[in-house]
């Protein structure tokens, strides 16, 4: 049971270039959410799915796409990278709704 | 201004000291509130959670809620090196969860 993993662990991009985080999860949890963590800010919901088939915005989406490829699968797309992009992305999933989210390892992105 | 206040710290405390965690919120919709726990270079971690206003205890953890003033704190009791970590509180609204911060936590051997 390997719970929640993300791909890449690190990443380097320039800036305009793109790139996608995968994510996946062998807990049969219906929803699943993207966050990205910088200092002085702490976590911020990107975008999450609440089920199979259906994404919706968080707080800071601009920038970011998403595809919720499968129950198990979502993956997060930067098309035109940015510095402001720079930062930890974590992936997480949960029964749906519930308080306790599981978060996987996390992606360490720079760009330049 | 943010929904979810919480003291970053760093805060650094002997083995044996009584730590004490607080966050203050805004929203008066969030429904349940949490502590994560995020050792480095790692993902959260859920610790505990509480509905209602009051005290939960788990082990040399407790979590406390007043909801009438929207202030939540955590209390480690007997803090060991191993409770050295960022301590996130979260607050649920519906699905989605509003985290603060975090307070970074060293406990000192």
């Known amino acids: 049971n390997a719970g929640v993993t993300q791909t890449p662990k690190f990443q380097v991009l320039k800036t305009g270039q793109s790139m996608t985080l995968q994510c996946a999860q062998d807990m049969n949890h219906n929803s699943m959410y993207w966050y990205r963590q910088d200092p002085g800010m702490g976590l911020r919901l990107i975008y999450y799915s609440a089920s199979e088939g259906t994404t919706d915005k968080g707080e800071v989406p601009n920038g970011y796409n998403v595809s919720r490829l499968n129950k198990r699968e979502f993956s997060l797309r930067l098309e035109s990278a940015a510095p402001s992009q720079t930062s930890v992305y974590f992936c997480?999933?949960?029964?749906?709704?519930?308080?306790?989210?599981?978060f996987g390892p996390g992606t360490r992105l720079t760009v330049l | 201004q943010k929904e979810v206040e919480q003291d970053p710290g760093p805060l650094s405390v002997p083995e044996g000291a009584i730590v004490s965690l607080n966050c203050t919120y805004s929203n008066s919709a969030f429904q349940y509130f949490m502590w994560y726990r995020q050792y480095s270079r790692k993902g959260p971690e859920l610790l505990m959670y509480?509905?209602?206003?009051g005290n939960k205890e788990d082990g040399r953890f407790t979590a406390q809620v007043d909801k009438s003033s929207k202030y939540i704190s955590l209390f480690i009791r007997d803090s060991q090196p191993s409770d050295s970590a960022t301590y996130l509180c979260a607050m649920r609204q519906h699905s989605r969860l509003t985290f603060g911060e975090g307070t970074q936590l060293t406990v000192n051997p």
């Open positions: 997480a999933s949960s029964v749906s709704g519930d308080n306790e989210q599981f």
């Open positions: 509480t509905y209602s206003s």
